[in-house]
């Protein structure tokens, strides 16, 4: 059976795509990056694509679930879930693309001109004899001369790597060179030598979005910048606490403690990294460049620095400035003169990938009034008006992510994500459309939501105890959401007072560091032209819901954009163009932080934006 | 008892040294280095001092072995043997003071300007608090720039050291930091950071000449240019091969074989640095530079670089160009932000320890000719003249070590060094006075040089059979310097034909490469203004012995220098001296070496050469 033509709109890319396999998998296999914020598997619904032309598999019941009739009727699909029965014509609605590429589509920006930190150079030397008694180095380095390249920089192991190859290889080979970072920290000409590969091997690139639970990797050519590979895997440091506060008391009780911090991760990633590998049958020493991306403690304990200055106020930094790290001193197994790249940590609870999703959103014109919220258990909020910055980080809490709720779990099967009352009657939806048995972060936001819609909650978040569903146990009111006999396996699944409470405090906090801003700036919300919500629980969230319990403000849903791992994309941006390195530094310098908790109002902003509503 | 004050001249520094305490102990202490072969144990006769005013211990019987009666009429002393009674005045000739200083005494050139690649800046930082959120890092970085100096890049371990030792030593410390080379590497102003230290702390230095058989070491203050300990330790590696060539073999056999000359190597140097530490109380993260010379095979060694290609035709170093390596890459326990420069090879028989050579002759005005010896298993031969250096490597062997001589061992106690035949009669002086029991490298030559002037041997090397002391053993004719009754204890000491060969073999090699320079420059032996023999056994060698059988030319004595470990001196002289490496680069890129395998007329001027006789 022929390979299908898929032509994909407006980005202008024609792909060959093998029957039965889905579009989605089709789409990043040729470094299209579709947002997919559920990895694949049909439950998220943020990868949507409409037939213009040719036919596809039928439509699956996830698809049913996951799109509006009348974006059946204008044939959207889920690229997750239809694969090419003919060649196709697909065209990428904007929120389907993940920020970089949208900007780019958009014509908010030019496209990203390519230029990473390592190149290739192919040399073929003479081989050494009586009248030409160079050594191999000097060979090397003269071909560098004649390419307008300087002197090689090189690790002894290195060069021993490049004695050896040149022999075995009749004097050819292809050099990963680090190119200086801009502004130069090397003289003009420098080269740093990162791998010597066999001639027409690729250079790959590797960006990590390190999360506190988990670690978002991409695999990138670097000629072409092609994602190649990506994937989720979760963050081992979970086994030494739930969130970075505990993770830094585990560290600050011993130096081998510290040290388990570190390794368990580095570990981690090699792991993930050899998959990637044998995905696309490369070797781990064509990884010449890396750059990795996280919260300050996520970004000290990938470092092995110390984090006690972390876990006390005023809670500084070890380190703020960008830092380029040998990889091998880290651990990593990757070429072995690669190196790390991490921007710059904003403040103690604001990191370099905050500063990365502030990267991402430069495609957005110079003009425009930006707010970039990244929804975690620290919440980093920024403001960006008329070419000023100010940032704020907030303690939200791990409710979003399930902790901290009664019933509460991780976004899985099975885990209530959208909750509807309708004349008193609950409709749940589940992940997966499994029978729920438990509830996620933004089922228990839209659950909040349509509680409060309902008459069920006031606006102080107190249960009306002759609300119908609302029951007293030990004296406290509940909200049964799924009787037993609902769940189809016999558990209930309810929204206490108290979980209510955590999303008073979790909404309250965002609030506040967006208002907090917004009066920094002397802005009204509808100053601000755009909404940038990054991070995974920022993409599944429910926008009418954040609005009608009063986290976001009421302004128009347009203007709010849900853009996915902008972390990653700003990480991926860097491992492509040195001059977004810069940007980078430049954006970080820039940002005027403003610490919350020292903040003259901040307990009144606070206690007003708990209450419930939309303002 | 109080101490005594010794006035040291021309150099014009006074020094206090305890009773009892040796002068060339107490002149070492005080950082003047006096030449002293054989380490002062009275037997080489070349710390020569003149007393001229106060009072010193009675001479010793070394002292009336070693100077010739003139000299002690004249108030000569031996330092390594003589101590202060009162406050003395001596004078110290121009042959006693190593290469750099007698240069500088001799006002050829200014005195060596102090400017290290590492220097000392004390900080004191004002803590963290909730106005003032700067990372570590920052805080550091503001001080250095307020002291004109630019941001730090260190390794991740140093900036966690950092970190811990601020807040330990409430915010203050004594940075050592890496300057730029000159011309520079980094940017204007970056500054790497070698090591934290408290306060006050001194930076230190070390030097080392791994030759092949013995690594000579300095440790030197960084801020005063004192050397506060040397010493000598044999190299490691004669457990794996005598010389380079037979090690190069055991490389080859294996990594691990290569990685074993390596470690056991650094694992030495480690050793002998913990000594020196212990014996002028610092410590070893004190060391914040280190510069080490060598071959180009123990400088491949220590770098753990390939030597394949140094053991066959044509001979090429894997690196020629200077290196900086981190001492840590190299397993060397230094500061933990140290680096080592190891300076340029020339070929692959002519290492960094000739360029140090060449370096350390600087001195010399530029419009004198010179030939600089560096004898050794290989003989590295320089020609300076107008501007040029002309340089060439001889395969001399190993008979002037004591080996492949029948009777021959190493320079210590009871080896012959001097031989004088007078009317038939063998007279002997071996080192530390001990009964003969074998021979070493200046003792063959005088004995060589002796059988010659009294015809026991003729210009071809043939031993006339009918000479006195002359007998036949197994038909071959040897010629009995000592005979077992005169040895003491049984053991006679006797010079064959072979011996004589494996010296005419020796003088003839190094002789020949002289005159091919020679030659190459268009100069007789007559126009050289300065012949600098370096080198322990060049600092041991009866120069007079050298001419007569024709391995030096019969130039004016005057005009021979035995400057010893001129390679120890040029490393430290980089050390101490940013300006004293870009020298030694520019040196090693001026140099056009001679490949005399490949050099048309070699045969012919070493057959000619082999013939003893002067000329």
């Known amino acids: ?263 368990r991760l580095v570990e981690t990633i090699n792991q993930a990294v050899g998959g990637f590998c044998a995905q696309v049958g490369a070797s781990a020493e064509q990884i010449v460049d890396a750059v990795i991306v996280g919260n300050t403690a996520m970004h000290h304990f990938f470092c092995g620095l110390p984090v006690e200055q972390l876990g006390a106020a005023p809670y500084v930094p070890a380190v703020s400035q960008p830092l380029d790290v040998r990889a091998e001193e880290l651990g990593l197994q990757l070429a072995p003169g690669a190196w790390v790249h991490l921007p710059a940590n904003i403040a103690g609870y604001v990191g370099g990938d905050h500063t990365a999703v502030l990267l991402a959103t430069q495609g957005y014109a110079a003009d425009q009034t930006l707010v970039v919220v990244d929804i975690g258990t620290n919440t980093e909020i920024s403001a960006v008006h008329a070419g000023r910055i100010v940032t704020c980080s907030t303690a939200s809490g791990p409710a979003f992510e399930g902790a901290h709720i009664r019933d509460g779990m991780r976004a899985a099967p099975g885990a209530i994500e959208r909750v509807r009352i309708e004349q008193g009657r609950v409709h749940v939806a589940t992940i997966a459309n499994q029978p729920a048995v438990g509830i996620c972060g933004s089922g228990i936001l839209t659950a909040v939501a349509e509680m409060l819609a309902a008459g069920i909650i006031d606006p102080r978040g107190s249960l009306r105890r002759d609300a119908p569903g609302v029951r007293v146990n030990n004296g406290k009111a509940e909200f049964v959401l799924v009787p037993p006999e609902g769940s189809g396996h016999g558990y209930e699944v309810v929204v206490t007072r108290s979980d209510v409470n955590e999303i008073q405090l979790a909404k309250g906090a965002i609030r506040a560091g967006i208002n907090i801003l917004l009066q920094e700036m002397g802005l009204r919300p509808e100053d601000v032209d755009a909404w940038i919500i990054a991070g995974a629980f920022g993409t599944y969230l429910d926008l009418r819901s954040a609005q009608r319990v009063g986290m976001f403000p009421a302004a128009p849903l347009e203007r709010f954009h849900q853009v996915g791992n902008a972390a990653g994309v700003g990480a991926k941006e860097m491992l492509l163009s040195r001059a977004r390195r810069v940007q980078a530094r430049q954006l970080a310098e820039r940002v005027g932080y403003i610490e919350l908790t020292a903040y003259p109002d901040f307990t009144r902003h606070f206690v007003e934006a708990m209450y419930f509503g939309e303002s």
């Open 1 to 263: 059976m022929p390979n299908f033509l898929v032509d994909l709109q407006p980005i202008g890319r024609r792909i060959e795509v093998q029957p039965g396999t889905d579009l989605l998998t089709a789409a990043q296999n040729a470094g299209v990056d579709l947002v997919a914020a559920c990895g694949g598997v049909g439950i998220c619904g943020t990868c949507k694509l409409r037939l213009a032309a040719g036919q596809l598999t039928p439509l699956t019941s996830s698809e049913e679930e996951q799109l509006r009739p009348e974006e059946i009727t204008r044939g959207y699909r889920l690229a997750c879930q239809a694969a090419p029965l003919s060649d196709v014509r697909l065209e990428i609605p904007p929120e389907s693309l993940p920020a970089a590429q949208r900007i780019q589509i958009e014509g908010r920006e030019s496209a990203l001109a390519l230029d990473p930190a390592v190149v290739a150079l192919d040399v073929a030397l003479s081989a050494p004899r009586l009248e030409d008694l160079r050594a191999d180095l000097a060979r090397v380095n003269d071909a560098l001369a004649a390419a307008g390249r300087g002197p090689l920089q090189a690790s002894l192991a290195l060069l021993d790597q490049l004695s050896a190859h040149l022999r075995r290889e009749g004097w050819t080979a292809r050099l990963a060179l680090r190119v200086p970072a801009l502004p130069v920290h090397l003289v003009e000409g420098d080269s740093q030598l990162a791998a010597v590969l066999p001639a027409g091997s690729r250079l790959l690139g590797l960006a990590v979005d390190m999360g506190s639970t988990k670690l978002a990797m991409y695999l990138v050519d670097l000629e072409s910048g092609f994602t190649l590979a990506r994937g989720g895997v979760m963050n081992p440091q979970i086994s030494y606490g739930e969130d970075v506060v505990s993770r830094i008391a585990f560290a600050n009780k011993s130096a081998d403690n510290r040290r388990l911090l570190q390794t």
